[in-house]
């Protein structure tokens, strides 16, 4: 199974909801990553999970709470979110942190649209 | 941040011919990927070089990369309608810090 599923694939909230993004891979990856592609932009980081604790976070607003319950999960918390916040959300994995020469696997994406 | 630059933004050509994309980057890397996005949906690893290699071959995919002038290149060969899509090339440094570049857009006209 090389596959990452992230769920839903469209999500439209209102400013006062709160949701979650969740992403699953079951190739014993323990690296996990959030990125935030805008339309005709570059995926931007977001954060970095390394066995399963966060690494990085890109200075990301507090209403995007991270989450990394197991090594095959992923969430991504959702509260109070603004209109610029509508994106498309990645989620990817890779082979375990300081392996540097591992490829990146990329579930299909949320479309978040915040109203 | 943006770690690469890519050049061009977006391409046009006919089927059956070559495409070239380049890369541009900043900082020391452990790698260089490319990688493809489909209308906005996920993307799909295509190719690694490591900072030690120069170029690399994969089926009608050729990469080169020059650390001196922190730069690389992508060319499909033979291009098919099926090409058509979003190319990003991306580099690692840190370990596991993988940072994407502005992308070229390629359109393939059969």
């Known amino acids: 199974d090389t596959e990452v599923t992230q769920t839903p694939k469209h999500l439209v909230m209102g400013m006062t909801n709160k949701k979650s993004l969740k992403c699953e891979q079951h190739m014993g990856h323990r690296a996990m990553y959030w990125y935030k592609q805008k339309a005709k932009k570059p995926p931007e980081l977001m954060f970095v999970?390394?066995?399963?604790?966060?690494?990085i976070n890109e200075s990301v607003p507090s209403r995007f709470s991270p989450e990394c319950p197991n090594s095959s999960l992923l969430n991504l918390h959702l509260h109070a979110l603004q209109p610029e916040d509508s994106a498309l959300y990645l989620c990817?994995?890779?082979?375990?942190?300081?392996?540097?020469?591992?490829?990146?696997?990329f579930g299909q994406g949320t479309r978040l649209t915040v109203v | 941040s943006q770690q690469g630059e890519e050049d061009p933004q977006a391409l046009s050509i006919q089927e059956g011919e070559n495409a070239t994309m380049n890369c541009s980057y900043k900082?020391?890397?452990?790698?260089l990927q490319w990688y493809r996005q489909n209308s906005g949906r996920g993307l799909v690893h295509l190719i690694l070089i490591r900072s030690n290699e120069r170029e690399k071959h994969s089926g009608r995919l050729r990469v080169t990369l020059d650390t001196s002038k922190k730069s690389s290149s992508l060319l499909i060969t033979a291009s098919r309608a099926a090409d058509t899509a979003s190319y990003f090339c991306a580099t690692v440094s840190g370990g596991f810090k993988t940072i994407f570049g502005a992308g070229t857009r390629l359109f393939v006209k059969a």
């Open positions: 900082t020391s890397i452990n790698n």
């Open positions: 999970y390394s066995y399963e604790k966060l690494s």
């Open positions: 990817a994995s890779s082979q375990a942190p300081g392996q540097s020469y591992a490829e990146a696997f």
